[in-house]
């Protein structure tokens, strides 16, 4: 019996066609607000309307972890007063733009934290904010869960 080939696939950019780049292109310039039509962000790039409309929905660009836009940070750090407000002057200071805090009920006098946050507008590396996040006082350890 012969499997059927797989439904999705992740392709260098370069190796595909340059209509499906362009189409990626043109969605990533509606999404953040660079072009508020269809027809404008199509002629932004060089294709037609239609090519834009054949191709829209199936064509989605790939983050990894490193890279990507949205991060999930476990932090597990001591429950005593301003050890989280400094945590959260890192992620401040670095960039990253928090957009949940979930905190656990403190237990034997350590708080789990977990943040997530976009960071495509990070000033420094990733692991940067990891080490910074490590050496805040209080914090026991600062890791990415998900990402």
Same mark, same amino acid.
């Given at each position: 019996m012969v499997s059927q080939p797989a439904k999705y696939f992740i392709v260098e950019a370069s190796a595909m066609p340059e209509i499906i780049r362009k189409? =990626?292109?043109?969605?990533?310039?509606?999404?953040? #607000?660079?072009e508020s039509t269809? !027809?404008?962000? =199509?002629?932004?790039? #060089? &294709?037609? $309307?239609? /090519? @834009?409309?054949?191709?829209?929905?199936?064509?989605r660009p790939f983050n990894d972890m490193l890279h990507g836009r949205i991060v999930t940070v476990q932090v597990?750090? $001591?429950?005593? +007063?301003?050890?989280?407000s400094g945590v959260l !002057?890192? @992620?401040?200071? *670095?960039? /990253? !733009? &928090?957009? *949940?805090? !979930?905190?656990? &009920? +403190?237990?034997?006098?350590?708080?789990?934290? *977990? &943040?997530? =946050?976009? *960071?495509?507008?990070?000033?420094?590396p990733l692991d940067e904010l990891l080490s910074q996040g490590n050496r805040t006082t209080g914090v026991i350890k600062c890791e990415i869960l998900a990402g």
């Amino acid at each position: 019996m012969v499997s059927q080939p797989a439904k999705y696939f992740i392709v260098e950019a370069s190796a595909m066609p340059e209509i499906i780049r362009k189409v =990626a292109w043109a969605k990533q310039l509606l999404e953040l #607000g660079e072009e508020s039509t269809v !027809n404008a962000a =199509a002629k932004a790039v #060089g &294709i037609s $309307r239609s /090519a @834009f409309y054949k191709y829209k929905d199936a064509v989605r660009p790939f983050n990894d972890m490193l890279h990507g836009r949205i991060v999930t940070v476990q932090v597990m750090m $001591r429950d005593e +007063p301003g050890v989280l407000s400094g945590v959260l !002057n890192v @992620f401040a200071g *670095t960039g /990253a !733009n &928090i957009l *949940t805090i !979930n905190q656990n &009920i +403190p237990v034997n006098g350590l708080a789990v934290v *977990t &943040i997530t =946050a976009e *960071t495509s507008g990070l000033l420094q590396p990733l692991d940067e904010l990891l080490s910074q996040g490590n050496r805040t006082t209080g914090v026991i350890k600062c890791e990415i869960l998900a990402g």
